[in-house]
């Protein structure tokens, strides 16, 4: 008897009563639906044990006596996997404190009111939410704990796994090497997490978002007055990640100036700030990563030779996510995970997404694939699932399947894609509104108002 996890806004929550007397259980059943729940009355205990796995409650409201087993008797096994409430005309503050001994959630003394009935279901169902998020987020610092999580079984996933935990243990320097998006700072960051660096400093920087100055004094820091606006001495990134690994994201993009200033760093482990008179000394631990054929750069005078060969005393290669499409249901299925939990709302993938994710080349890759699954999130409303035409891509792109494709810019509002979305719908359907309602999971008469306001708007 397995319990569902997640909790959706989309349908109230089930509450099963397990009450022997059947005026009192067709009461309560009525009660409780009139409160926005929906209910089930049975009236012993192999009547619930036939009911619970198909019925699937958030809770249980138990009768302190049963014609087949004592409530008392009967609840340790319903609280290892539902919260109760127990229900009995027999109220005493021993019978209370046995009852949350052996595993209920709240105890009520019959008559039961609409009101008390209500405030329980409701402090049960809370706490229940609170612990699951209190799960979720020990889970996620566990994971933290453990190093990031790399997702995916394909052989090239693996592969790189087999890397990291070669490398992870020598205290050599790591140059990580793949195209935009594949995510090499997870790699970086996996590498710091089984290291004996571990419990120091991980400290990234873009080596492509700033220009030559900023971009020496958040690396080396910087003395007062170096430069304008310098009105105090600051520690740069190298000091500030002494023990631990300082990543250094796109690698390619320093300019020939900071390439002298790191290789002295890298050879000699001393360095100065912008502005400074004094060496410096600090024990860090370089990752470095880029999109760019460092050697062919090297070669061509682009790059210099001795810091390539600095850095690349062991390579990591990040594959495309075209060439480990396997793993592409797991990394959506982890994205809208994360989104279901952040909105508390429970949406699972129709076999056509994940078919039209799966065809799809992702020239962005990862970083691609999470805000297409976070856009049809949003795109796909109320509905209970994700399906294919909520997938937006590229008219271009190798997807192989009838994703409808939207063009916007940065600027849209959420309000503008949605509209746009089902304007294509209706140029899908030919403005079929069963059908309409059924992709946009909302009712026909909603489906008759944006039409109306899609057709004034025109």
């Known amino acids: 008897m397995a319990r569902t996890s997640d909790a959706s806004p989309r349908r109230p929550e089930r509450v099963l009563v397990i009450e022997d007397d059947n005026t009192l259980n067709r009461l309560l059943v009525d009660q409780l639906t009139r409160l926005g729940y929906t209910a089930r009355g049975v009236t012993s205990r192999a009547d619930a044990l036939a009911a619970l796995p198909g019925f699937d409650p958030a809770l ?4 302190m006596r049963l014609p087949d087993m004592n409530g008392l008797e009967f609840l340790p096994e319903l609280a290892e996997q539902w919260p109760v409430i127990i229900l009995t005309a027999y109220g005493s503050i021993a019978q209370a404190v046995e009852a949350v001994k052996a595993g209920a959630s709240e105890y009520l003394v019959k008559p039961v009111s609409p009101q008390s009935l209500d405030l329980a279901v409701k402090r049960v169902l809370r706490t229940l939410e609170l612990q699951r998020k209190a799960d979720y987020w020990q889970s996620r610092a566990s994971k933290s704990a453990a190093g990031p999580h790399i997702i995916g079984e394909s052989p090239a996933i693996n592969e790189v796994r087999r890397m990291i935990s070669i490398v992870a243990e020598a205290d050599t320097t790591v140059l990580v090497l793949g ?78 100036t900071i390439q ?154 959420l309000d503008e894609l949605r509209d746009a979305y089902v304007e294509k719908l209706i140029d899908r359907h030919g403005g079929n509104r069963n059908e309409l309602a059924e992709r946009l999971g909302i009712s026909e008469r909603n489906v008759y108002r944006i039409l109306a306001r899609l057709k004034g708007e025109a």
């Open 260 to 413: 002298a200033k790191l290789l002295r760093v890298l050879e000699t482990g001393r360095f100065r700030r912008l502005g400074g008179t004094r060496d410096l000394e600090s024990d860090v631990r370089f990752v470095a990563a880029t999109n760019r054929d460092l050697r062919a750069m090297a070669s061509g005078q682009e790059f210099r030779n001795d810091l390539y060969y600095r850095l690349s005393p062991f390579e990591v290669h990040v594959p495309p996510l075209r060439e480990r499409r396997e793993d592409i249901p797991a990394l959506a299925e982890f994205f809208l995970a994360n989104r279901k939990f952040s909105r508390n709302i429970d949406k699972q993938f129709a076999p056509s997404a994940v078919k039209a994710l799966t065809r799809y080349g992702w020239p962005g890759n990862i970083r691609e694939l999470r805000n297409v699954v976070e856009r049809a999130f949003l795109v796909s409303g109320r509905s209970a699932r994700i399906l294919a035409d909520h997938i937006s891509l590229p008219q271009n792109g190798d997807d192989g399947t009838d994703a409808i494709s939207l063009n916007f810019d940065s600027e849209s509002t």
């Open 60 to 63: 249980i409201v138990l009768d």
């Open 179 to 256: 195209e935009s998006g594949v995510g090499k700072e997870l790699v970086a960051q996996a590498v710091h997490a089984n290291s004996p660096r571990a419990k120091q400093h991980f400290v990234a920087i873009d080596c492509a978002s700033l220009q030559e100055t900023l971009f020496e004094s958040e690396l080396f820091g910087h003395e007062r007055g170096a430069f304008t606006g310098a009105d105090r001495r600051k520690e740069g990134l190298i000091e500030i990640a002494d023990g631990g690994t300082v990543f250094l994201d796109e690698i390619g993009e320093i300019s020939p």
